[in-house]
């Protein structure tokens, strides 16, 4: 069994349901399921019996067991799912879903942990444990939709997701095939708009030429340093794609009107938040097609960082501004429960 429910295209779920002497017209009633966050037959009451209990001999349907979720007093809503069959059958990932007023954006993990190893990074401080399949990355989006079908909000936030974002556990582009996987399928099959999903990624340069041509969405880099000897420190594959290789790959990557790349900058107290730091994002920036979003440090016990403070980030944050470069400051969200990637596992892995 290789199709999965979460990303099977409506012809292949008709085929599928033809060789098995199904009607073809009861792939749509599926779908519409599936579009809904439900993986699970046994909750899609149109069908007949038989065929509810049939479909997970025949497709993948939930991939997943929701092992822990946490809610936020901010709605922020966590949750630590547990693979239940396939390869990486047992193994864990987290999922965030971060609601606002008018949107929802689901933050989803591309890998089992990460290989990189960004020694401020709580995902990197854990060892790396395989890639997920575009199957099992899109089922995640799947499962918050159905969790708050489910369980709405009741703080006035938006129950409905509206953004992903490709920032959780792993590096994005060292799992492309899982990558490109999910991103045809929300992009086809789900029909999520381009403009709608982002994919992160510490600087794999091959990648991110790949994704422009593949799947123009838009794009992330966690830079959090504008120095070679910096960021060899603090994302060691800018070892092997430094700096000028990529510039090269951004100044590449095309870009509709109107659309930015955003440069992620962790705040990290005296290591990158100091005077020369600021002159050298203010030289590497791309001022007319990137924007520089910088982040509140989130603490985890793993790490020897401490997050720059609030007046800092404000004082760096203006710096910036006065040198024209469109800069934001990204909202803590989440904290009382643990939200930066790779949080929760650790925490409940070392009880
Ligand atoms: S910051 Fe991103 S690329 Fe670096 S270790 Fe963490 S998850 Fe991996």
Redesign the pocket.
Known sequence: MTAGLATIPLAALQALLRQRGQPAWRAKQILDWRNKGVLDPAAMRNLPAALRAALPEWLRCDPFTCVARQQSVDGTRKYLLQLNSGNNAGKRIETVYIPERERGTVCISSQIG?P???PF?C??SQPFDGNLTGDEIVAQLLHVMDDLRRHPLDNGASNRVTHVVFMG???PMSNERGLHAALKALLEALGISRRRITVST?GLVHGIARLGKSYPVNLAI?LHAASNPLRDRL?P?NRTFDLTRLRASLDDFPLPAQRHITLEYVMLAGVNDRPEDIEALAAFVNRRRERVNLIRYNPHPASHFTGSSSAQIDAFAHQLTARGIRTTVRRSRGDDIMAA??QLNSVLESR
């Open positions: 990460c990189l190893d960004c990074c995902t990197g556990m792993g590096e510490s966690s994302v594959i990637c790779g």
